[in-house]
């Protein structure tokens, strides 16, 4: 426990250090001035590859193969990646508490030319695998950060795709992927670099798309002190609401579809789903895409297919107003006036059942032609979501509006003295909060809304 107290303090005093430095180094400077520049990252050879199994020593973690890949051994969107080290290992392995074996799997690759940086890949769903440290930043795998010159790291975050969603009810693996994990590989992928050049990483990121940007969101709060820069794309940035988000839309649709149509599940080849595409079919799709496009391709300047002035679009279309109704039955051609109702909700996104929203909206795009928008909104809402919900998440509704105001007078619970404010020590620099006023005895509670009383439970 005071190891564990001990690191605590240090991660929440390097950054206040961090802090104190950069604020001097500002006072030093000519207001208004450009702050110096960073010296460069200084690169370097790779020494040893497969010795590296025997030469790194790092807590919890057990390498188990270091192999060299020659230049074009791995071929990124037809073209040859440079000479690199590809090391595979594992920390933490241990028994969980479901009796399951868990293990954080990792594999980073390591240049023979290294440009000094570390770049950590956030993987994207729920995790469960350990995908190729290729560094994929988004514009295409040749911009990647393996190709560029990074060390990179990937991991599984905790458990492996056979344990998923089942992870979720383990605690441990529960904490690792949500950002455990991350926290445990960033030391030991600097290490490791360490080891295998000589000297740690000038620069280090941390990015990735979906729950990679999830990762990366976490990393910025979490490990501030760990990482130059995050490279966030798309992220779910609240997935458990994102998933019952995802629950409110099916019930939505499901009202639309045709009775008794159903698809294949995409996990299990013997079962069948509800098919709610019926409730808005592809040709239908296409039809609300028109339609968006007819009020929104234009306004970024282009028209070109694709609408880049998202915001000025949310303002310009109507579902309602801009989509042909349909005056007869169904043809792919027109929407019926529910569908329309639903397909404004949804996009305006899922509500409580007070109003308040459970995740965010989505912005009306011609994307809602593609096969992807309606996977997520009509396979992975039934088959996906509800998983994720019932074994991963814990999706935290939003809090319920006070119905009745809270008491004032001393009948249920006498108010106390206001604390009084924290006072610093300029010479620890620490703060220290004095004891709170002591709370004179209450009656039982007989307010109905007990949580603003105090009570004698
Ligand atoms: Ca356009």
Not at 145 to 150: R, S, T, V
Not at 326 to 355: H, I, M, W, Y
Not at 419 to 433: I, K
Request: glycine letters at 10%; one cysteine or more; aromatic letters at 6%.
């Amino acid at each position: 426990m005071m190891k564990n107290a001990q690191r605590r303090t240090a991660t929440l005093t390097l950054p206040l250090g961090l802090g104190l430095g950069l604020l001097m180094a500002a006072c030093s400077t000519t207001p208004g001035a450009p702050p110096a520049p960073l010296a460069p990252a200084v690169g370097a050879s790779l020494g040893q590859c497969e010795a590296l199994t025997n030469q790194f020593r790092f807590d919890q973690t057990t390498l188990d193969s270091a192999a060299p890949v020659a230049a074009g051994g791995l071929m990124l969107a037809g073209q040859p990646v440079a000479a690199h080290c590809l090391v595979k290992g594992q920390m933490h392995k241990r028994k969980g508490s479901d009796g399951r074996d868990y293990a954080i799997a990792f594999e980073m690759r390591l240049p023979q030319a290294w440009n000094g940086r570390f770049y950590h890949q956030g993987n994207g769903g729920l995790d469960g695998a350990v995908r190729p440290a290729e560094g994929a930043l988004g514009g295409g795998p040749v911009t990647g950060a393996l190709a560029q010159g990074f060390a990179v790291i990937s991991s599984d975050a905790g458990h492996t795709g056979a344990q998923t969603a089942v992870f979720g009810l383990e605690p441990q693996a529960r904490l690792d992927y949500g950002y455990q994990a991350v926290a445990k590989l960033t030391p030991m992928a600097k290490s490791l670099i360490a080891t295998a050049y000589g000297k740690g990483p000038d620069r280090s990121y941390i990015g990735g798309c979906s729950n990679g940007g999830r990762h990366a969101m976490v990393a910025v709060s979490r490990l501030g002190d760990q990482y130059d820069g995050y490279l966030i794309g798309a992220p779910g940035y609240r997935l458990p609401n994102a998933a019952l988000a995802q629950l409110w839309g099916a019930q939505r649709w499901t009202p639309l579809a045709t009775p008794g149509a159903t698809v294949k599940h995409p996990l299990n080849p013997n079962a069948t789903i509800p098919d709610l595409g019926s409730a808005l079919s592809a040709a239908e799709r296409q039809t609300v895409a028109r339609a968006i496009l007819n009020r929104c391709d234009a306004l970024d300047g282009l028209n070109d297919g694709m609408v880049q002035a998202t915001q000025a679009c949310q303002a310009a279309f109507d579902v309602v107003r801009d989509v042909p109704s349909c005056s007869g039955a169904r043809d792919g051609s027109c929407l019926t006036p529910v569908q329309k109702t639903t397909l404004a909700q949804v996009q305006a996104g899922g509500k409580a059942s007070n109003g308040q929203a459970i995740y965010s909206a989505f912005p009306h795009d011609a994307g809602i032609a593609g096969s992807n928008w309606a996977t997520w909104k009509f396979v992975n809402s039934v088959a996906l979501d509800p998983l994720s919900v019932g074994t991963v998440f814990t999706p935290r509704h939003p809090p319920r509006p006070r119905t009745s105001p809270a008491p004032t007078s001393t009948s249920c619970c006498p108010p106390s003295r206001p604390p009084a404010p924290p006072t610093r020590n300029r010479a620890s620099r620490s703060w220290a909060r004095p004891a709170m006023a002591t709370r004179p005895t209450s009656p039982p509670c007989a307010h109905a809304a007990r949580r603003w009383c105090c009570t004698t439970a």
